[in-house]
């Protein structure tokens, strides 16, 4: 049985092969997870279909690869003979598609990204009507396009050249954006013989590991943090919770405070939508983003990942709580497609259930916010000159201090913290 | 009452709808195709392009016999027998649209014959004498086209008043006939009529005959009109038209007088409208546009994403071969290819005599937009080919762009001028340069030559120029 790449996500056409956890032999169990991806979204495990023996390997670590291409080959186990990889759209069935692991070409003509037809009687850059067509079907500004034929016009190589350039830039954008390129990094001095003053030991560390390292300190080296410390009273939001509590139980619903803060902080960023966004540096300009795709922070086994539960403004409660366990239990059993984990706009790391206080997220960029969430604390709390016990949550928000001040970071506690402690009842009731 | 139901109808069977629902079907897409004409082609086909330029070869022939007696051959007094002509030219209208029919079943288009009016957006009644049906559709395209405008004042009821429909039905040869409107449409059919035996006077309210033409263009079709026309009025409005006894008495007035002529009959060649009306588009989003025409985007897409819009109905220049064109660009946006109608080159021919064509860029345009071009003229007074047949009244010229020489618009006057603009059209939309044109070998003696030509003379290498 050949198994092939399934879907790998939306907008991801291919990615690289980080590591192969399997070898020649190997007896593996369905869903076991078979090869670790590099995309330029996240590192994601591949599960393998079936289970089995495998028989041959058809990829290698540095390989770039897309959907359909033929991965392994296992025997044995023959009653699931189809191979469709559960995870992500399943549909692993289709031609499958040449391994390259030769780098992307590089232009052959200088660099066009400056490029701009421009014609005195405001005619479009001479292209034949093919060549126009083409343009239109590809979305290819021509103007960008520098033509060689006679009198300029645009030639079918032309394109093809633009075409490969535009892919060799895109390939290059860690090297080019100046965000990540500014600071430089110092050389990493070589470390001392540690074995000197004691037994040491040596353990690989994950490809996973690996990218959440580079992420994080690409993040921090990028975005000055600040973060904002405040508590929310959730006496009131846990009597309603457990008001509702039986009503939602009867549905089979697990309803969690977790999932009434989401609907809190979602309101507060519909007010305060910079939190929202994304600071593109190199042009300048901020990307507003008008759906509410939340990050939820899940801790695995192997370290960090962020699935994405998305519109969240959009979702009842109902559905939000579905869509938690759903996480939880993908990431237990290593099913996060990588599907699941793109496209979050906002990011929320969920600390409470180890006990602890308050401290400092990391911002998930390209977003420019995260709230982090701390063990909520019996305290008492004086009320109208009266010491009341009141339950209260910590709070933590990071964010991007080159497009939020410190004055917007307060503002938006704030309507988060005014979320929380007058949360809208009706939520409970509209499921 | 019958239901069908399609990925895609199309309202109007003319260039436009008919190239519409063949490309779809080509794409595997299931259509319909609604006209309320039996005979499939529109106004093109049946009223319009078509049987007009069969007539205008019988008025050439009749000419070139004619001027024969120059060289030294002389034909007798031509016979015309109208109704010879009348059947001779409604078997090419019947083959065609035969051929038309034909075509569609070939591609299991389904031909349904009556008026197609909006119930929704996604529902068509059809009309017929024989009963209603429902057509349910994805997709609509609309390609209902144009009918010839009359105005109320010209409308006196009476059949000596015509529009472009009766004038080609051709029910007599009127001693004296009166062409209102110096548009292509008027200074065409009046030709027909001329050469039949007619008188022909045009009156036309611009201070030109085929207004918006550039004015080197034209001279020879004004020369060609004021030797064998009866009047040409230029800058003269019909103040008022009463019929008179067996007559049309019609009131002319310019800048310096206003006087009363009798017509035995009158063509009337303002302009056409569009077919917007009745069509039940207030059922759906569809808006048209003050002047009645459907408003669409580059997409052709119209205000009702499930409806699309084509021709004449969008308004803009209203040519059968704009009408295919954007019919694949609608196509190709419903089955998922976003192209878009932008800048097209949409070659423009007068049938008249001698004919006028141009493409892209004219001389008038670049003047009231303020583009700064070249122009590089060949009169035909130096074409061998010209000569061969004594008609050197002709032009052929070439719009440049300063600095890069690229071709941005080709204009043509003479004999045949609407076959040769064909290779102005490709030059622009290949975006080629008049050195390109310059370096293709012509055959000879062709009037083609004469597009090298004009090339060869903007870079002063011309042999005959």
């Known amino acids: 049985m050949e198994i092939k790449l399934p879907h790998l996500g939306d907008g991801i056409d291919s990615a690289v092969v980080l590591s192969v956890l399997v070898s020649p032999g190997d007896m593996v169990t369905k869903d076991q997870t078979i090869l670790e991806l590099e995309t330029d979204k996240a590192v994601a495990p591949i599960p393998c279909p079936a289970a089995g023996k495998v028989i041959a390997i058809h990829v290698k670590s540095g390989d770039t690869v897309s959907m359909g291409t033929l991965v392994l080959s296992i025997e044995g186990d023959s009653a699931s003979s ?17 391994v390259s692991s030769a780098p992307t070409p590089t232009p052959s003509t200088g660099p066009l990204g400056s490029y701009t037809f421009e014609s005195a009687s405001g005619a479009e850059p001479p292209a034949s009507p093919s060549i126009r067509k083409m343009s239109q079907l590809f979305g290819l500004d021509l103007r960008r396009i520098r033509g060689t034929g006679n009198g300029g016009r645009i030639t079918t190589p032309d394109v093809q050249a633009h075409l490969s350039h535009l892919q060799f830039v895109a390939f290059q954008v860690p090297a080019t954006t100046p965000a990540i390129a500014a600071p430089t990094k110092p050389a990493t001095p070589a470390l001392p013989d540690f074995s000197k003053f004691g037994s040491i030991e040596i353990q690989p560390i994950t490809s996973l590991r690996k990218k959440i390292g580079q992420k994080m300190s690409d993040a921090w080296t990028t975005v000055p943090h600040v973060t904002q410390f405040d508590e929310a009273d959730i006496t009131q939001l846990m009597a309603l919770r457990k008001k509702y509590v039986p009503e939602y139980e009867k549905k089979g619903i697990k309803l969690s405070v977790t999932v009434l803060l989401l609907k809190a902080v979602v309101d507060a960023l519909k007010k305060f939508p910079i939190f929202n966004s994304t600071y593109d540096e190199a042009n300048g300009q901020m990307i507003m983003k008008n759906y509410f795709n939340f990050g939820i922070a899940v801790d695995t086994d192997n370290g960090l ?25 993908k990431a237990r059993t290593r099913q996060v497609s990588l599907e699941d984990l793109q496209g979050s706009s906002f990011t929320i790391s969920n600390l409470g259930s180890l006990g602890v206080g308050p401290f400092t997220p990391i911002v998930n960029t390209p977003e420019v916010a995260i709230l982090g969430l701390s063990k909520g604390v019996t305290k008492p709390v004086v009320i109208d000159g009266k010491i009341e016990i009141r339950t209260l949550l910590p709070l933590s928000l990071s964010y991007d201090h080159r497009i939020i001040d410190g004055a917007d970071g307060a503002r938006f506690t704030r309507e988060i913290i005014a979320g929380i402690e007058q949360f809208n009842e009706e939520y409970l009731k509209g499921n | 009452m019958s239901t069908h139901s399609v990925d895609l109808v199309v309202i109007g069977a003319g260039p436009g709808g008919y190239a519409a629902a063949f490309v779809a079907a080509t794409h595997g897409l299931t259509v319909a195709l609604v006209d309320s004409d039996t005979n499939l082609g529109g106004v093109c086909l049946n009223r319009g392009c078509i049987p007009s330029k069969a007539l205008l070869h019988l008025a050439k022939l009749i000419r070139e016999a004619e001027s024969a007696s120059h060289h ?9 027998d109208l109704d010879q002509i009348r059947t001779w030219k409604t078997s090419i209208i019947d083959k065609l649209s035969g051929g038309v029919a034909h075509l569609a079943k070939k591609r299991n288009v389904t031909v349904l014959n009556g008026r197609g009016l909006f119930q929704s957006s996604t529902t068509l009644r059809v009309d017929s004498p024989n009963g209603q049906s429902y057509v349910t559709f994805k997709h609509a395209i609309i390609a209902a086209g144009s009918r010839p405008a009359l105005p109320s004042a010209f409308d006196l009821g009476s059949h000596r008043v015509m529009t472009s429909t009766e004038a080609l039905e051709l029910a007599d040869i009127p001693a004296r006939l009166l062409v209102i409107g110096g548009g292509y449409i008027g200074m065409e059919l009046g030709t027909v009529y001329s050469a039949l035996g007619s008188k022909v006077s045009v009156v036309e309210a611009q201070s030109s005959i085929l207004s918006g033409a550039d004015p080197d263009l034209i001279r020879p079709v004004v020369k060609f009109s004021q030797t064998h026309f009866e009047s ?84 803009g220049l209203m040519l059968a071969h704009k009408a295919s064109k954007e019919a694949r660009i609608a196509v190709d946006n419903i089955v998922g290819d976003p192209t878009r109608f932008e800048n097209p080159i949409i070659p423009a021919v007068v049938f008249t005599d001698p004919e006028v064509a141009w493409a892209g860029l004219t001389e008038t345009e670049a003047k009231a937009k303020g583009i700064a071009i070249k122009v590089s003229k060949f009169p035909w007074g130096a074409s061998g080919r010209a000569l061969t047949f004594d008609r050197t009244d002709g032009l052929t010229k070439l719009i440049l762009e300063p600095g890069t020489d690229r071709i941005l618009g080709v204009g043509i006057v003479g004999v045949g001028a609407g076959e040769l603009i ?38 002063g290498t011309s042999a005959h120029g």
């Open chain 1, 82 to 98: 189809t191979a469709t990889a559960p995870v992500a759209s399943a549909q692993a069935a289709v031609a499958p598609v040449s």
């Open chain 1, 305 to 329: 990942i962020v699935p994405v539960i998305r519109n969240v403004d959009q979702k009842s409660l109902e559905t939000l709580s579905a869509d938690l366990s759903t996480i939880a239990e």
């Open chain 2, 72 to 80: 030294g051959v002389t034909f007798g007094k031509p016979k015309i």
């Open chain 2, 232 to 315: 040409v009025w230029t800058s003269t409005k019909v103040q008022s038209m009463q019929s008179d006894g067996k007559t049309v008495k019609v009131t002319l007035a310019n800048e310096t007088k206003t006087w009363e002529e009798n017509f035995d009959r009158v063509l009337v060649s303002v302009g056409r409208s569009p077919n917007s009306q009745n069509l039940g588009l207030e059922n759906t989003k569809v808006q048209l546009d003050d002047r009645g025409y459907i408003k669409v985007n580059s997409n052709l897409a119209t205000d009702d994403p499930s409806i699309y819009a084509i021709g004449d109905i969008i308004g």
């Open chain 2, 422 to 459: 064909a290779e102005g059209a490709l030059a622009i939309e290949m975006g080629a340069t008049a050195a390109d044109l310059g370096e293709v070998i012509h055959a000879h003696p062709t009037l083609s030559e004469t597009l090298m030509e004009a090339a060869e003379v903007y870079y």
